[in-house]
């Protein structure tokens, strides 16, 4: 049984920060590419960031510079450490692994406000 548990997210004021994480079980985590996406109400779901297998990183545009993924293969965990957080980031997280298909986590919820 596949399971992603993200945790992490909270209310932080503007250009406060954030380390989300994502436990992974149920899966080979080594061989997966992990993402993070988010979704503010009324919108999609959209891509954050991914990081491969060998941890070659992407990013959204709206987020370069400010958020960093990074993995641990001995912990079958995926972070998203968000720094200079704007209101525009507040959002529902979502963890994903992908490999032969995509699983999704249930979200964290971050707000961001003063």
């Known amino acids: 049984q596949v399971q992603l548990v993200e945790s992490g997210g909270d209310l932080v004021q503007p250009g406060g920060s954030l380390r989300l994480s994502c436990a992974a079980s149920?899966?080979?985590?080594?061989?997966?590419?992990m993402g993070w996406h988010r979704q503010a109400p009324g919108n999609q779901r959209e891509l954050v960031a991914t990081?491969?297998?060998?941890?070659?990183?992407n990013y959204a545009d709206s987020v370069k510079g400010r958020f960093t993924i990074s993995r641990d293969n001995a912990k079958n965990t995926v972070y998203l450490q968000m720094d200079s957080l704007k209101p525009d980031d507040t959002a529902v997280y979502y963890c994903?692994?992908?490999?032969?298909?995509?699983?999704w986590g249930q979200g964290t919820q971050v707000n961001v406000s003063s």
């Open positions: 994903s692994a992908q490999f032969n298909r995509v699983y």
């Open positions: 149920g899966i080979m985590f080594d061989r997966y590419t």
């Open positions: 990081i491969t297998r060998a941890g070659n990183a």
